[in-house]
């Protein structure tokens, strides 16, 4: 464990409805945090970007946007990292198997972007062995 791993100067967890008004109201929170931390605009883009992608993910394909189930969450904030868990109730996916979006044959694909979009903007992107939980680490670019 690196030494920022062990100076979290903020953390939440919990549990939101299966909504997407639920997950922006959180989203909002999370990221008016960071910036509190005087992060970047570029580095608060990405973090705010994943962070959406991952809840929309969530809500609206793993959970298919049933408000009987929950998203839970987990959010860690220290001086130079960023690093939070989204765990939907369903089934789960293969992230591995989404087409690039960017290639020809992934560009009339209506899905997959998300994926795209959150491995670009973390640091790291890690899906559990079933897919339904992402783990999201975002280091700070520009420390002030």
């Not at 922006?24 to 992060?39: A, F, K, P, T, Y």
């Not at 973090?47 to 959406?52: R, Y």
Request: proline share 3%; glycine share 6%; hydrophobic share 35%.
């Amino acid at each position: 464990m690196s030494p920022d791993e062990q100076q979290w100067t903020w953390t939440t967890k919990g549990a939101i409805v299966s909504d997407l008004n639920a997950a922006h109201s959180l989203i909002d929170e999370v990221v008016g945090r960071v910036r509190s931390n005087q992060w970047n605009s570029k580095d608060v883009f990405a973090l705010e970007l994943t962070l959406e992608e991952a809840f929309v993910n969530a809500v609206t394909h793993g959970n298919h946007s049933d408000k009987s189930k929950h998203v839970r969450y987990e959010c860690k904030l220290s001086p130079n990292r960023f690093c939070f868990t989204v765990e939907d109730e369903g089934s789960g996916f293969d992230p591995d198997v989404i087409a690039d979006p960017t290639c020809v044959s992934g560009l009339a694909v209506p899905s997959g972007r998300g994926v795209h979009l959150i491995r670009g903007f973390s640091t790291r992107a890690d899906w559990n062995e079933k897919g339904n939980v992402l783990t999201v680490e975002i280091d700070r670019k520009d420390i002030k």
